[in-house]
């Protein structure tokens, strides 16, 4: 089930508001990592979008370990939308583990900041999940299944984004976020 952020992530609402101090509370503090899959729902990507995720994960694997998951957009070709949301979220479904800390990127979900995503990435592990899935949705979004099963739930940005645009940004993000635990010089 989707939750609150600043509530369900971390009991003691240890992350920083927005306009709060930026600082992660892990910064230069020794961190598990957890590895990271991101599940995309999409057709084909463009040749310009893999170059930067390549690049992006290729700059995440000194810090952890990252799968890129491609997840076919319409598995079954559906003439209804609901019949392809329903599709979509069983084959992301089926992908996902049971003690997998799920984050669903959606443009309904927390708005949050690159300190709070960094704080999610560092207390993933606290939470007693062995792998960090991020989720992004098809043309039509999430399904119900995939919505219930996230252990919450955030958006990018408050413009609505293009998978393979939200997935650039995702990934620039998870990078920042280790460069913030690592009290690297990438953020400021």
């Known amino acids: ?8 992530l971390f009991a003691t609402n240890s992350i920083p ?10 910064t230069g503090q020794s961190v598990r990592a957890l590895p990271i899959r991101v599940f995309t729902v999409g057709k084909k990507r463009s040749p310009a979008v893999q170059l930067l995720v390549d690049e992006y994960a290729s ?14 957009s319409n598995p079954r070709n559906a003439r209804e939308k609901q019949a392809q949301i329903v599709d979509e979220d069983m084959a992301v479904m089926n992908l996902i583990r049971p003690d997998d800390w799920v984050v669903l990127l959606d443009e309904h979900g927390t708005d949050i900041e690159s300190e709070e995503m960094a704080e999610l990435i560092g207390g993933a592990a606290d939470k007693g999940a062995s792998k960090l899935s991020f989720c992004i949705g098809g ?3 999430h399904g119900s299944k995939l919505r219930e099963r996230a ?7 408050s413009l609505v984004l293009n998978h393979q645009i939200a997935l650039v940004v995702l990934m620039e993000q998870l990078y920042r976020s280790w460069t913030i635990l690592k009290g690297q ?3 400021h």
Do not use: F, W
Request: glycine fraction near 8%; aromatic fraction near 8%; hydrophobic fraction near 30%.
């Open 17 to 26: 508001s927005p306009g709060g101090t930026g600082r992660c509370k892990y």
């Open 59 to 72: 700059k995440l694997r000194p810090y952890c370990a990252v799968e890129d998951v491609q997840v076919r």
């Open 151 to 157: 252990n919450i739930s955030i958006k990018l940005s």
């Open 139 to 141: 043309p039509y979004g």
């Open 185 to 187: 010089k990438y953020h």
């Open 1 to 8: 089930m989707a939750v609150s952020l600043s509530v369900s």
